[in-house]
């Protein structure tokens, strides 16, 4: 088969299975953009901003585990979707992004549209490529797959000269299905010696507990870190990413760790004597003060990333390899051994947990005159039923999100959690429906946060995606509000988001359908109504307390047994 | 704190030694030298890369540069017995008396003078970097017109070597 470089580009996504991708035309991607108007396998959605496109691609990666695609032209095209690229690579996540470039021959002329994207994006993705010749067009976007899927995952940038997508020249064409690289070949299984040497310590514990990640959803790991926990009978926490990969309505679930986690998380991390961690990174807003970590635990670490393992923190039985396959490991050998663990340690282990529970940390004020933003939330989970793709863009909002909304599946809670992206959830949540078009898919947003990529409610409305778009709308950047009243002594230096639209005004001119509410009483029955409408996206204004915090909260410089607890949860007593 | 040299063959592609340095910078490592070149299979450069840092900043170093897709090997020299040479071109004034001092100090370091003209020299010199620097400072100041280093490179003594 004889294709052009453009030909190329859509039958290597074919090839590749891709169904869908997220994009925004230009001059160095004409050749590709007619290519793909030939044909009708590969659906195009056309974004309004390429930063859109990216966070498409990314919530359909996501919400499936296959990568997104994304498809730039040059220039402005590929820097725009530089934000994108950036978040998707610091929550790991399979992305292929083709950027247009101007023709090789222009290439260091200062081109119209041009800029060194390989250069720009380098730091913030796993590889980049630059096609030198159309005859290495499909190997490279197949190295470009592999790379993106494989190993710790991220986004991969493949960027075409325009030259090279020529209609008019062709080359054979094979798609390289068994493709090897002498540079890169991630491990997959766990070493068992590593791995027996973990299992002995958790016989040994008396206080353990699993922290478990981001990674344990990237790797489909959740089924296996639910059998492994009931084996063990241990309490687990879950950073913001690795919600839902283990049931947040199950006992063992201690709740979110870090910053915003639950009281009995944070101390049972504390008082821990032995700590596994699985697809976790240690990240600052996780571990707050690195020198009062886990002071008493011995640390397992099971990561696919070598340079994850004492990173940020010693740990003493690392672990390299895919969390599925170590943890399939690790359950086969605890099954095989007739010891049990220790049964009296772990019984008043849990004792000590259920007392520091009872204390309630997320206890807030209930009010009849102003909607709560956890009242929302709750709210959203009991219309629901908990079932729900949920995205969430950056600040109070989000973290609210992930405290009250007891996520239950994995792959159901998407949002920036590495680079904190405001501006993320509604184009994610576009990814997600289009990955999943019969399901209900919401986003959590505050009003600084949507207005940064508000433009793609006319994408929303050119492919027909009935989102539901949940904003806590306080009238602050509500976070920075926070901080600046926590550590400013409450100068509120341009937290105050004057000047806002009418967002249901804002919202009917797109084509949707805008709701406003302002009463507690009233919220259930707009929400029911909201998701009634399954065919519509719903743009829910929802007038919040503008002078809620959230707690409980590690301040900066301290340690997990240092939380700052709400004003509701302090009226307790303190185990 | 301690001296470290890393070997490392990479993919003889557009942007590998892009991705080497940038990842220096990005993640706040120091690189003392650098010194690249493509071996005797073409699709291969080895790099040397000199760097000073404590034990665990070490390890991060090794581990992302491992993790860049085109690294395909690394060592640390320094680990085992090695050899390590770095090469200089040092260009001096050389007037009158001084003339024959430099001659006399050039052979005493086993230097090479390749280039001659009234009143300067350009001498050639291979060893490792401490005795570069000291034929640097037994120079007088306002002689030394200008220093060219390549950077160190380096090999494993005996049969350890760092092939595909």
């Not at chain 1, 600046?484 to 230096?493: I, K, P």
């Not at chain 2, 090469?87 to 008396?97: H, S, T």
């Amino acid at each position: 088969m004889e294709l052009s470089g453009a030909e190329i580009v859509v039958q290597a996504l074919k090839d590749e299975g891709v169904e869908t991708i997220f994009g925004y035309p230009g001059g160095s991607v004409l050749h590709i953009y007619d290519a793909l108007f030939q044909q009708d396998d590969v659906k195009h959605v056309l974004v309004r901003h390429e930063q859109g496109a990216t966070h498409a691609a990314d919530g359909y990666a996501r919400s499936t585990g296959k990568p997104g695609v994304v498809l730039v032209t040059s220039g402005p095209g590929a820097t725009n979707a530089i934000t994108g690229i950036a978040t998707a690579h610091l929550d790991s996540i399979p992305m292929v992004v083709l950027t247009g470039q101007v023709p090789s021959a222009l290439i260091g002329t200062d081109a119209f549209q041009e800029v060194d994207t390989t250069g720009i994006s380098r730091p913030c993705s796993k590889h980049t490529f630059l096609v030198k010749r159309v005859e290495d067009l499909a190997e490279t976007l197949r190295k470009a797959f592999y790379i993106a899927t494989t190993g710790r995952p991220g986004p991969v940038v493949v960027d075409i000269p325009k030259d090279i997508t020529d209609p008019s020249v062709k080359v054979p064409y094979e798609y390289p299905r068994n493709l090897k690289m002498r540079s890169y070949s991630p491990v997959k299984k766990g070493h068992l010696g590593q791995i027996k040497k973990a299992v002995e310590l958790i016989y040994n514990a008396k206080r353990p507990i699993i922290y478990s990640g981001g990674g344990v959803v990237i790797d489909n790991a959740s089924g296996t870190l639910v059998d492994l926990t009931r084996e063990l009978g241990v309490p687990l926490t879950s950073t913001l990413m690795g919600l839902g990969a283990y049931p947040a309505s199950d006992r063992q679930f201690l709740g979110m760790l870090g910053m915003h986690g639950n009281y009995e998380a944070n101390m049972a991390m504390h008082e821990a004597d032995v700590l596994i961690a699985i697809g976790a990174r240690f990240d600052d807003r996780v571990t707050g003060h690195i020198a009062h970590f886990c002071p008493q635990a011995k640390i397992i670490h099971i990561d696919i990333d070598p340079s994850s393992i004492s990173k940020n923190v010693r740990v003493d039985i690392p672990i390299v390899g895919s969390v599925k396959d170590v943890l399939n490991d690790m359950l086969r050998i605890i099954r095989e051994d007739s010891r049990t663990i220790d049964n009296d340690g772990l019984t008043s282990w849990w004792e000590r947990i259920e007392a520091w529970r009872g204390l309630g940390c997320l206890r807030y004020e209930q009010s009849d005159e102003v909607i709560k933003p956890q009242f929302a939330i709750e709210t959203l989970h009991k219309v629901t039923g908990g079932d729900l793709y949920l995205t969430s863009d950056v600040g109070q909002h989000q973290m609210f999100a992930a405290q009250f909304y007891n996520f239950d599946k994995p792959r159901r809670w998407i949002n920036s959690g590495g680079l904190g992206t405001m501006g993320f959830g509604l184009p994610a949540a576009m990814g997600v429906q289009m990955a999943h078009p019969d399901k209900q898919v919401a986003c959590v947003t505050g009003e600084a946060s949507i207005l940064m990529c508000i433009q793609e409610l006319a994408t929303c409305k050119q492919h027909g995606l009935p989102l539901k778009i949940m904003l806590m709308n306080n009238g602050y950047m509500g976070m920075v509000r926070q901080w600046q009243e926590m550590f400013y002594e409450g100068r509120y230096s341009h937290s105050y988001v004057d000047a806002l639209p009418d967002f249901v005004e804002l919202t009917k001119s797109f084509g949707h359908v805008g709701m406003r509410v302002d009463k507690p009483s009233d919220l259930e029955a707009a929400m029911q109504e909201a998701f009634d409408r399954k065919d519509e996206l719903v743009f829910m204004d929802i007038l919040i307390d503008p002078t809620e915090n959230v707690y409980p909260m590690i301040e900066a410089g301290k340690g997990h047994h240092e939380m700052a607890m709400s004003p509701a949860s302090r009226q307790g007593d303190q185990p | 704190m301690k001296r470290h040299i890393i070997s490392l063959l990479m993919e003889n592609e557009a942007g590998a030694l892009s991705n080497v340095s940038a990842l220096f910078s990005a993640r706040g490592f120091n690189i003392e030298s650098l010194c690249v070149a493509p071996t005797d299979d073409p699709s291969l450069s080895r790099m040397t890369l000199v760097t000073t840092c404590s034990e665990s900043v070490f390890e991060q170093i090794t581990k992302q540069l491992n993790k860049l897709i085109d690294v395909v090997k690394l060592m640390d020299l320094s680990e085992g017995d090695h050899i390590e040479r770095e090469m200089m071109l040092i260009k001096v004034r050389a007037e009158k008396e001084m003339r024959e001092e430099i001659k006399r100090l050039a052979e005493i370091f086993r230097g090479k003078i390749i280039d001659v003209s009234d009143n300067s020299y350009v001498i050639e010199m291979t060893g490792d970097s401490d005795k570069l620097d000291a034929f640097v400072n037994v120079i007088p100041e306002d002689h030394v017109i200008e220093v060219v280093r390549t950077g160190v490179s380096g090999i494993a003594r005996g049969v350890k070597s760092l092939t595909l």
